[in-house]
């Protein structure tokens, strides 16, 4: 019997992954090229129109400065004129107040109106109602507000005409503290609700029929079906509304400035009022510059403050 020496196996070397070149193909390169040239005229005006005009408000809120004379380094004097001027801190809080109602008002009817279309009626009139909901805020808020003056004068306009046919004493709606304040919150919600209801009912599309069907046979229905389905579904909807109308809000300019001036009084003047005035028509724009950078301290706070509590209410899935 004879010995066979089994020859070792031979051992391969593991092939090696194909080598990634350091430059990535033509075709990559041009679809990154493409969409740089496409993203560069948005970038070129953010960084033109807002953030380059929101570092020089920094820069000029140090300094006083009137146009006419060259500017003198102020430190943080601006900011403690701004603290110690009384129709300042007043704006602030006719601001706050008309965003807490406005926003809240906003988007309590923008979410019943487009509750009430996304429901059983027919294509045009749905197709109609979207379209006239959405008119106003194609409009100037300006040329609104010019016509919405007359309409609420106290004298000879027409709702006070249409009041006093049912019986109802003239309403001073632009001559009274509150009546100023309330009517210049209709005219700026008439006009703004239409953002809001769009992007309810592009969220109330997004829900599955199958949820609303589901919750039909274990018995929810009317509100009980809008509390604890369509509004926990549509809560990033709701949260991006907030933001945006939150935002828009605390720069309200327009309306009161036309509709009253600010008055009577100071009891509809705004931050953005004060900051025109402050800077167009006392030329301060060192305390004007102050004054905005606030502003925009106050509205960068108060939406980290949404986005952080939206962590609680906010549900994704």
Known sequence: MTNTQVPPLERHPAPRPPAVTARPPARERGTRLLAALFLAPT????????????A???????????VIDSPR????????EVFRDATVLVSFRNTLVFMVLAVVLQLLIALVLAITVNGRMPGWLRSVLRSAFFFPLVLSAA????????LFNQD??????????AGIAPVPWL?????????????????????????????????PKEVHEAAALDGAAGLRKHLNITLPLLSPTLLVASVVGI???LQVFEQPY?????????????????????????LRFGTASAVGVLLFVLVMAVTALQFRLSRRFVHYQ
């Open 258 to 282: 036309v509709l009253t001036d600010g008055g009577p009084g100071d009891a509809t003047r705004t931050v953005v009022m004060v900051i025109y005035e402050t800077a167009f028509e006392q």
């Open 43 to 54: 970038v070129v005006g953010i960084v033109v129109f807002t953030v380059v005009p929101i």
């Open 247 to 249: 935002i828009n809000a």
């Open 156 to 165: 000879f306009g027409v709702v006070n005409w249409l009041l006093g046919l």
């Open 175 to 207: 001559t009274s503290e509150s009546g100023a304040m309330a009517t210049v919150i209709l005219v700026y919600v008439w006009q703004q609700f239409g953002f809001s209801f769009l992007l309810f009912v592009g969220g109330l599309n997004n829900i």
């Open 143 to 150: 040329s609104v507000s010019v016509v919405m003056k007359y």
């Open 73 to 80: 380094f102020a430190g943080t004097d601006n900011y403690g």
């Open 56 to 66: 020089g408000s920094v820069v000029l809120s140090v300094f006083h400065w009137n």
